[in-house]
Protein backbone atom coordinates (compact mmCIF):
# COMPACT_ATOMS: atom_id res chain seq x y z
CA UNK A 1 0.00 0.00 0.00
CA UNK A 2 0.89 3.54 -0.47
CA UNK A 3 1.32 6.13 2.19
CA UNK A 4 0.34 9.16 0.35
CA UNK A 5 1.60 11.60 3.11
CA UNK A 6 4.96 10.12 2.70
CA UNK A 7 4.88 10.15 -0.96
CA UNK A 8 4.02 13.90 -0.56
CA UNK A 9 6.42 14.58 1.82
CA UNK A 10 9.26 13.53 -1.43
CA UNK A 11 7.22 15.33 -3.73
CA UNK A 12 7.85 18.46 -1.88
CA UNK A 13 11.26 17.79 -1.07
CA UNK A 14 11.80 17.23 -4.65
CA UNK A 15 9.76 20.93 -5.36
CA UNK A 16 11.79 22.77 -2.68
CA UNK A 17 15.22 21.31 -4.34
CA UNK A 18 14.48 22.75 -7.62
CA UNK A 19 12.99 26.02 -6.50
CA UNK A 20 15.45 26.44 -4.37
CA UNK A 21 18.21 25.90 -7.10
CA UNK A 22 16.29 27.65 -10.35
CA UNK A 23 14.28 30.08 -8.36
CA UNK A 24 16.59 31.55 -5.68
CA UNK A 25 19.98 30.56 -7.03
CA UNK A 26 20.68 28.53 -3.41
CA UNK A 27 24.17 26.21 -3.99
CA UNK A 28 22.94 22.61 -4.65
CA UNK A 29 24.57 21.29 -1.28
CA UNK A 30 22.33 24.16 1.27
CA UNK A 31 19.53 22.90 -0.84
CA UNK A 32 20.07 19.20 -0.72
CA UNK A 33 20.45 19.67 3.22
CA UNK A 34 17.02 21.91 3.22
CA UNK A 35 14.78 19.43 0.85
CA UNK A 36 15.81 16.59 2.96
CA UNK A 37 14.97 18.16 6.34
CA UNK A 38 11.95 18.74 4.93
CA UNK A 39 11.49 15.60 3.98
CA UNK A 40 12.16 14.37 7.20
CA UNK A 41 9.70 17.14 8.84
CA UNK A 42 6.73 16.22 6.75
CA UNK A 43 6.78 12.56 7.02
CA UNK A 44 6.68 12.58 10.81
CA UNK A 45 10.03 12.45 11.21
CA UNK A 46 11.51 13.73 15.25
CA UNK A 47 13.74 16.62 15.34
CA UNK A 48 16.79 14.65 16.46
CA UNK A 49 16.49 12.17 14.27
CA UNK A 50 16.36 14.61 11.66
CA UNK A 51 20.17 15.86 12.63
CA UNK A 52 21.03 11.94 13.06
CA UNK A 53 19.93 11.34 9.89
CA UNK A 54 22.15 14.50 7.84
CA UNK A 55 25.01 12.80 10.07
CA UNK A 56 24.52 9.98 9.08
CA UNK A 57 23.90 10.22 5.19
CA UNK A 58 27.09 12.28 5.32
CA UNK A 59 29.34 10.37 7.09
CA UNK A 60 28.42 7.10 5.01
CA UNK A 61 28.79 8.73 1.82
CA UNK A 62 31.75 10.98 1.97
CA UNK A 63 34.08 8.07 3.76
CA UNK A 64 34.67 6.54 0.11
CA UNK A 65 33.20 9.52 -2.81
CA UNK A 66 35.80 12.08 -0.88
CA UNK A 67 39.35 10.13 -1.26
CA UNK A 68 38.39 9.42 -4.83
CA UNK A 69 37.44 12.48 -6.11
CA UNK A 70 40.23 14.65 -4.31
CA UNK A 71 42.81 11.47 -6.05
CA UNK A 72 41.12 11.86 -9.09
CA UNK A 73 41.13 15.74 -9.10
CA UNK A 74 44.99 15.82 -8.60
CA UNK A 75 45.72 13.10 -11.15
CA UNK A 76 43.75 14.96 -13.80
CA UNK A 77 45.34 18.39 -12.94
CA UNK A 78 48.66 16.80 -13.60
CA UNK A 79 47.95 15.64 -16.68
CA UNK A 80 46.28 18.64 -17.59
CA UNK A 81 49.52 20.79 -17.24
CA UNK A 82 51.91 18.80 -18.36
CA UNK A 83 50.62 19.01 -21.49
CA UNK A 84 49.56 14.93 -21.96
CA UNK A 85 46.01 15.63 -22.98
CA UNK A 86 46.91 17.54 -25.75
CA UNK A 87 49.82 15.39 -26.95
CA UNK A 88 47.45 12.12 -26.75
CA UNK A 89 44.86 14.44 -29.69
CA UNK A 90 47.86 15.03 -31.50
CA UNK A 91 48.80 11.54 -31.49
CA UNK A 92 45.19 10.64 -32.32
CA UNK A 93 44.49 12.56 -35.23
CA UNK A 94 48.51 11.89 -36.65
CA UNK A 95 47.26 7.88 -36.48
CA UNK A 96 43.94 7.83 -38.01
CA UNK A 97 44.03 11.03 -40.68
CA UNK A 98 42.62 13.87 -41.61
CA UNK A 99 39.54 11.44 -43.20
CA UNK A 100 39.27 9.50 -39.64
CA UNK A 101 40.21 12.44 -37.68
CA UNK A 102 36.46 12.78 -36.25
CA UNK A 103 36.70 9.26 -34.86
CA UNK A 104 40.09 9.83 -33.32
CA UNK A 105 38.82 13.15 -31.53
CA UNK A 106 35.46 11.19 -29.93
CA UNK A 107 38.57 7.84 -28.84
CA UNK A 108 40.53 11.28 -27.51
CA UNK A 109 37.40 12.92 -25.74
CA UNK A 110 37.05 9.20 -24.48
CA UNK A 111 39.99 8.47 -22.91
CA UNK A 112 40.95 12.09 -22.10
CA UNK A 113 37.90 12.73 -19.83
CA UNK A 114 38.86 9.58 -17.98
CA UNK A 115 41.29 11.43 -15.57
CA UNK A 116 40.25 15.29 -16.56
CA UNK A 117 37.06 17.47 -15.89
CA UNK A 118 34.40 17.58 -18.79
CA UNK A 119 34.91 21.37 -19.11
CA UNK A 120 39.08 21.52 -18.09
CA UNK A 121 39.70 18.60 -21.00
CA UNK A 122 37.25 20.29 -23.63
CA UNK A 123 39.03 23.75 -23.19
CA UNK A 124 42.14 22.17 -23.64
CA UNK A 125 41.71 19.73 -27.00
CA UNK A 126 39.64 23.09 -28.53
CA UNK A 127 42.65 24.37 -30.52
CA UNK A 128 42.38 21.12 -32.15
CA UNK A 129 39.64 21.09 -33.74
CA UNK A 130 40.25 24.59 -34.58
CA UNK A 131 43.07 23.49 -36.74
CA UNK A 132 41.40 20.67 -38.69
CA UNK A 133 38.67 23.31 -39.37
CA UNK A 134 41.11 25.93 -40.68
CA UNK A 135 42.86 22.87 -42.54
CA UNK A 136 40.05 21.07 -44.20
CA UNK A 137 36.80 24.17 -44.67
CA UNK A 138 34.58 21.84 -43.13
CA UNK A 139 32.62 22.72 -40.26
CA UNK A 140 33.44 22.64 -36.94
CA UNK A 141 30.62 20.66 -36.11
CA UNK A 142 32.30 17.49 -37.93
CA UNK A 143 35.07 17.58 -35.36
CA UNK A 144 33.20 19.32 -32.20
CA UNK A 145 30.34 16.78 -31.99
CA UNK A 146 32.32 13.91 -31.66
CA UNK A 147 34.99 14.97 -29.26
CA UNK A 148 32.18 16.24 -27.38
CA UNK A 149 30.22 12.77 -27.36
CA UNK A 150 33.57 11.25 -26.08
CA UNK A 151 34.16 13.93 -23.23
CA UNK A 152 30.71 13.72 -22.54
CA UNK A 153 30.21 9.53 -22.58
CA UNK A 154 33.00 9.22 -20.36
CA UNK A 155 32.24 12.32 -17.73
CA UNK A 156 29.06 10.82 -17.39
CA UNK A 157 29.50 7.15 -17.48
CA UNK A 158 32.93 5.79 -16.17
CA UNK A 159 34.60 6.33 -12.59
CA UNK A 160 36.87 7.51 -11.65
CA UNK A 161 34.95 11.01 -12.89
CA UNK A 162 32.88 12.24 -10.31
CA UNK A 163 29.08 11.57 -11.58
CA UNK A 164 29.73 7.81 -11.59
CA UNK A 165 31.51 7.62 -8.57
CA UNK A 166 28.53 9.42 -6.41
CA UNK A 167 25.78 7.06 -7.97
CA UNK A 168 27.66 3.85 -7.08
CA UNK A 169 28.65 4.81 -3.83
CA UNK A 170 24.86 5.75 -3.23
CA UNK A 171 23.61 2.40 -4.97
CA UNK A 172 26.39 0.61 -3.05
CA UNK A 173 27.85 -0.76 -6.33
CA UNK A 174 31.46 -2.22 -7.29
CA UNK A 175 33.21 0.34 -9.09
CA UNK A 176 34.85 -2.32 -11.79
CA UNK A 177 31.44 -3.69 -12.74
CA UNK A 178 30.67 0.29 -13.26
CA UNK A 179 33.94 0.82 -15.53
CA UNK A 180 33.07 -2.25 -17.29
CA UNK A 181 29.70 -1.60 -18.35
CA UNK A 182 30.41 2.03 -18.69
CA UNK A 183 32.62 0.51 -21.36
CA UNK A 184 30.40 -1.44 -22.87
CA UNK A 185 27.50 1.23 -22.83
CA UNK A 186 29.54 4.10 -23.57
CA UNK A 187 31.39 2.86 -27.22
CA UNK A 188 28.67 2.36 -29.14
CA UNK A 189 27.06 5.44 -28.09
CA UNK A 190 29.77 7.33 -28.75
CA UNK A 191 29.82 6.25 -31.93
CA UNK A 192 25.91 7.18 -32.54
CA UNK A 193 25.89 10.18 -30.58
CA UNK A 194 29.67 11.59 -31.88
CA UNK A 195 30.99 10.77 -35.37
CA UNK A 196 27.55 9.72 -37.05
CA UNK A 197 25.38 12.64 -35.93
CA UNK A 198 28.31 14.93 -36.02
CA UNK A 199 28.64 13.96 -39.73
CA UNK A 200 24.78 14.84 -39.92
CA UNK A 201 24.45 17.77 -38.27
CA UNK A 202 27.54 19.52 -40.02
CA UNK A 203 25.85 19.22 -43.39
CA UNK A 204 22.83 21.37 -41.93
CA UNK A 205 25.15 24.30 -39.97
CA UNK A 206 28.22 25.57 -41.68
CA UNK A 207 30.62 26.62 -38.12
CA UNK A 208 34.10 27.93 -38.44
CA UNK A 209 36.53 28.24 -36.30
CA UNK A 210 38.24 31.65 -34.61
CA UNK A 211 41.04 33.49 -36.78
CA UNK A 212 44.38 32.37 -35.95
CA UNK A 213 46.20 35.15 -33.66
CA UNK A 214 50.03 35.37 -32.92
CA UNK A 215 49.30 34.65 -29.61
CA UNK A 216 47.76 31.07 -30.41
CA UNK A 217 51.03 30.06 -32.26
CA UNK A 218 52.43 28.50 -28.49
CA UNK A 219 55.32 25.65 -29.44
CA UNK A 220 55.81 23.47 -26.28
CA UNK A 221 57.50 20.15 -25.90
CA UNK A 222 54.82 17.49 -24.95
CA UNK A 223 55.30 14.17 -23.22
CA UNK A 224 55.34 10.96 -24.81
CA UNK A 225 52.13 9.43 -25.59
CA UNK A 226 52.73 5.64 -24.71
CA UNK A 227 53.61 7.03 -20.87
CA UNK A 228 50.05 8.66 -21.06
CA UNK A 229 47.71 6.38 -22.54
CA UNK A 230 49.81 3.73 -19.69
CA UNK A 231 49.20 6.25 -16.53
CA UNK A 232 45.53 6.96 -17.53
CA UNK A 233 45.04 3.04 -18.17
CA UNK A 234 46.73 1.75 -14.57
CA UNK A 235 44.41 2.78 -12.35
CA UNK A 236 41.17 1.52 -14.71
CA UNK A 237 42.66 -2.15 -15.23
CA UNK A 238 43.88 -2.47 -11.50
CA UNK A 239 40.59 -1.72 -10.30
CA UNK A 240 38.61 -3.81 -13.07
CA UNK A 241 41.20 -6.61 -12.73
CA UNK A 242 40.58 -6.48 -8.74
CA UNK A 243 36.41 -6.82 -9.93
CA UNK A 244 36.94 -9.79 -11.89
CA UNK A 245 39.16 -11.87 -9.77
CA UNK A 246 36.83 -11.00 -6.75
CA UNK A 247 33.70 -12.19 -8.79
CA UNK A 248 31.04 -15.42 -8.55
CA UNK A 249 31.99 -15.28 -12.28
CA UNK A 250 35.39 -16.72 -11.73
CA UNK A 251 34.55 -19.54 -9.63
CA UNK A 252 37.42 -21.90 -8.00
CA UNK A 253 40.21 -20.34 -10.13
CA UNK A 254 42.57 -21.63 -7.44
CA UNK A 255 43.90 -18.33 -6.46
CA UNK A 256 45.53 -18.03 -2.92
CA UNK A 257 43.39 -16.19 -0.66
CA UNK A 258 46.92 -14.12 0.67
CA UNK A 259 47.66 -13.14 -2.99
CA UNK A 260 43.82 -12.32 -3.41
CA UNK A 261 43.74 -9.94 -0.25
CA UNK A 262 47.04 -8.11 -1.95
CA UNK A 263 45.07 -8.42 -5.39
CA UNK A 264 42.13 -6.47 -3.52
CA UNK A 265 43.73 -3.78 -2.09
CA UNK A 266 45.91 -2.98 -4.69
CA UNK A 267 42.85 -2.62 -7.08
CA UNK A 268 40.73 -0.86 -4.54
CA UNK A 269 40.02 2.39 -6.16
CA UNK A 270 41.98 4.36 -3.22
CA UNK A 271 45.15 2.35 -3.99
CA UNK A 272 44.93 2.85 -7.97
CA UNK A 273 44.42 6.29 -7.70
CA UNK A 274 47.36 7.15 -5.28
CA UNK A 275 49.57 4.56 -7.69
CA UNK A 276 48.30 6.39 -10.40
CA UNK A 277 49.38 9.85 -9.37
CA UNK A 278 52.78 8.90 -7.76
CA UNK A 279 53.66 7.72 -11.41
CA UNK A 280 52.03 10.79 -12.91
CA UNK A 281 53.83 13.37 -10.08
CA UNK A 282 57.42 11.62 -11.14
CA UNK A 283 56.56 10.67 -14.88
CA UNK A 284 54.65 14.19 -15.38
CA UNK A 285 56.14 16.35 -13.34
CA UNK A 286 59.40 15.92 -11.80
CA UNK A 287 61.12 14.35 -15.33
CA UNK A 288 59.00 17.38 -17.33
CA UNK A 289 61.40 20.00 -14.86
CA UNK A 290 58.60 21.01 -12.44
CA UNK A 291 58.97 22.08 -9.11
CA UNK A 292 58.13 20.42 -6.29
CA UNK A 293 56.34 24.02 -5.64
CA UNK A 294 54.84 24.05 -8.62
CA UNK A 295 53.78 20.59 -8.05
CA UNK A 296 52.53 21.26 -5.06
CA UNK A 297 50.41 24.36 -6.06
CA UNK A 298 48.78 22.61 -8.95
CA UNK A 299 47.67 19.65 -6.83
CA UNK A 300 46.29 22.19 -4.49
CA UNK A 301 44.61 24.52 -6.83
CA UNK A 302 42.65 21.36 -8.22
CA UNK A 303 41.33 20.49 -5.23
CA UNK A 304 38.83 23.23 -5.28
CA UNK A 305 36.12 22.32 -7.41
CA UNK A 306 37.03 18.93 -6.13
CA UNK A 307 35.31 20.17 -2.96
CA UNK A 308 32.34 21.27 -4.13
CA UNK A 309 31.58 18.04 -5.65
CA UNK A 310 32.20 16.03 -2.54
CA UNK A 311 30.22 18.52 -0.66
CA UNK A 312 27.06 18.27 -2.90
CA UNK A 313 27.71 14.33 -3.28
CA UNK A 314 27.57 14.05 0.51
CA UNK A 315 24.05 16.00 1.05
CA UNK A 316 22.91 13.33 -1.92
CA UNK A 317 23.85 10.89 0.70
CA UNK A 318 21.74 12.79 3.06
CA UNK A 319 18.54 12.42 0.86
CA UNK A 320 18.80 8.92 0.80
CA UNK A 321 19.37 8.25 4.03
CA UNK A 322 16.18 10.48 4.69
CA UNK A 323 14.35 8.07 2.50
CA UNK A 324 15.41 5.21 3.69
CA UNK A 325 15.16 6.21 7.51
CA UNK A 326 11.45 7.88 7.33
CA UNK A 327 10.18 4.00 5.41
CA UNK A 328 9.43 6.09 1.53
CA UNK A 329 12.65 3.83 0.43
CA UNK A 330 10.84 0.33 1.83
CA UNK A 331 6.83 1.64 0.36
CA UNK A 332 8.27 2.51 -2.76
CA UNK A 333 9.91 -0.71 -3.51
CA UNK A 334 7.35 -2.80 -2.58
CA UNK A 335 5.06 -0.81 -4.41
CA UNK A 336 7.06 -0.99 -7.88
CA UNK A 337 7.67 -4.97 -7.37
CA UNK A 338 4.06 -5.38 -7.19
CA UNK A 339 3.30 -3.38 -10.05
CA UNK A 340 5.96 -4.52 -11.72
CA UNK A 341 7.73 -1.45 -12.72
CA UNK A 342 11.41 -1.80 -14.16
CA UNK A 343 13.99 -0.34 -11.81
CA UNK A 344 16.26 0.96 -14.25
CA UNK A 345 13.63 2.82 -15.85
CA UNK A 346 12.27 4.41 -13.16
CA UNK A 347 16.31 5.60 -12.39
CA UNK A 348 17.01 6.63 -15.53
CA UNK A 349 13.35 8.87 -16.08
CA UNK A 350 13.92 10.38 -12.20
CA UNK A 351 17.80 11.38 -13.10
CA UNK A 352 16.11 13.12 -16.77
CA UNK A 353 13.15 14.95 -15.34
CA UNK A 354 15.35 16.78 -12.27
CA UNK A 355 18.27 16.97 -15.12
CA UNK A 356 15.88 18.95 -17.49
CA UNK A 357 14.62 21.05 -14.44
CA UNK A 358 17.79 22.62 -12.99
CA UNK A 359 20.42 21.68 -15.42
CA UNK A 360 23.45 20.13 -13.45
CA UNK A 361 24.00 16.75 -14.95
CA UNK A 362 25.58 16.09 -11.11
CA UNK A 363 22.96 17.17 -8.92
CA UNK A 364 20.40 15.19 -10.81
CA UNK A 365 22.26 11.95 -10.83
CA UNK A 366 22.52 12.51 -6.91
CA UNK A 367 18.88 13.52 -6.51
CA UNK A 368 17.91 10.52 -8.41
CA UNK A 369 20.87 7.85 -6.90
CA UNK A 370 19.32 9.15 -3.70
CA UNK A 371 15.54 8.52 -4.70
CA UNK A 372 16.56 4.89 -6.63
CA UNK A 373 18.93 3.80 -3.64
CA UNK A 374 16.26 2.77 -1.21
CA UNK A 375 14.16 0.94 -4.21
CA UNK A 376 17.09 -1.30 -4.75
CA UNK A 377 16.44 -5.02 -2.64
CA UNK A 378 19.41 -6.71 -0.37
CA UNK A 379 19.19 -9.79 -3.16
CA UNK A 380 20.43 -7.37 -5.89
CA UNK A 381 23.40 -8.55 -7.96
CA UNK A 382 26.43 -6.18 -8.70
CA UNK A 383 26.02 -6.07 -12.15
CA UNK A 384 22.21 -5.16 -11.54
CA UNK A 385 23.57 -2.07 -9.48
CA UNK A 386 26.30 -0.93 -12.02
CA UNK A 387 23.56 -1.35 -15.07
CA UNK A 388 21.30 1.13 -12.76
CA UNK A 389 24.17 3.52 -12.21
CA UNK A 390 24.81 3.97 -16.08
CA UNK A 391 20.71 4.19 -16.62
CA UNK A 392 20.99 7.42 -14.21
CA UNK A 393 23.64 8.75 -15.62
CA UNK A 394 22.19 8.16 -18.81
CA UNK A 395 18.81 9.86 -17.78
CA UNK A 396 20.85 12.79 -16.05
CA UNK A 397 22.69 13.66 -19.04
CA UNK A 398 19.63 14.16 -21.50
CA UNK A 399 18.91 17.79 -23.30
CA UNK A 400 21.37 19.95 -21.79
CA UNK A 401 19.95 23.09 -22.55
CA UNK A 402 19.98 27.04 -21.27
CA UNK A 403 20.00 26.09 -17.46
CA UNK A 404 23.40 23.94 -17.77
CA UNK A 405 26.51 25.61 -18.34
CA UNK A 406 27.50 22.79 -20.19
CA UNK A 407 25.14 24.97 -23.19
CA UNK A 408 27.16 28.19 -23.23
CA UNK A 409 30.74 26.73 -22.59
CA UNK A 410 30.00 24.77 -26.68
CA UNK A 411 27.83 27.44 -27.72
CA UNK A 412 30.63 30.17 -26.73
CA UNK A 413 33.41 27.94 -27.66
CA UNK A 414 32.21 26.71 -30.82
CA UNK A 415 30.93 30.35 -32.05
CA UNK A 416 27.15 28.70 -32.03
CA UNK A 417 23.95 30.78 -32.01
CA UNK A 418 21.41 29.82 -29.35
CA UNK A 419 19.19 27.77 -32.14
CA UNK A 420 22.10 26.28 -33.65
CA UNK A 421 23.42 25.18 -29.83
CA UNK A 422 20.01 23.30 -29.50
CA UNK A 423 20.20 22.00 -33.18
CA UNK A 424 23.71 20.76 -32.06
CA UNK A 425 24.76 19.70 -28.68
CA UNK A 426 21.00 19.47 -27.48
CA UNK A 427 20.24 17.03 -29.14
CA UNK A 428 23.41 15.16 -29.39
CA UNK A 429 22.88 15.06 -25.22
CA UNK A 430 19.53 14.03 -26.16
CA UNK A 431 20.46 11.08 -28.34
CA UNK A 432 23.30 10.00 -25.89
CA UNK A 433 21.22 9.66 -23.13
CA UNK A 434 18.69 7.73 -25.28
CA UNK A 435 21.28 5.25 -27.02
CA UNK A 436 22.75 5.03 -23.52
CA UNK A 437 19.86 3.60 -21.42
CA UNK A 438 18.48 1.55 -24.27
CA UNK A 439 21.99 -0.32 -24.73
CA UNK A 440 21.74 -0.45 -20.77
CA UNK A 441 18.49 -2.19 -20.88
CA UNK A 442 19.65 -4.77 -23.28
CA UNK A 443 22.64 -5.70 -21.32
CA UNK A 444 20.13 -5.94 -18.15
CA UNK A 445 18.37 -8.31 -20.34
CA UNK A 446 21.73 -11.46 -20.10
CA UNK A 447 22.56 -9.91 -16.02
Known amino acids: MIDFSLLLSVLAGVVLLITLILRFKVQAFIALLLASILVGVLSGMPPMMIINTIQEGMGSTLGFVAVVVGLGAIFGAILERSGGAEALAVFMLNKFGEKKSSWALM ?228 YFAEQGISLLLFGFLSAAIVRVLQGSATVAMITAAGLTAPLVLINTSEPEKALLVIAIAAGASIMSHVNDSGFWLVGKYLGLTEKQTFQSWTVMTTILAIVGFSVTFLLSLFF
Open 107 to 334: ITGFIVAIPVFFDVAFIILIPMIYALQRKTGKSLLLYGIPLLAGLAITHSFIPPTPGPIAVADILMADLGWVILFGFLVGVPTAIFCGPIFGKYISKKIHVVAPELTINDQISKKLPPVGSIIIIIAIPIILIVLNTLLNSPFMGDCNIHKKLLEWIGMVGHPFSALLIANLIAWYLLGIRKGFTKKQLLDISTKSLAPAGIIILITGAGGVFKQMLVNTGTGEMLAN
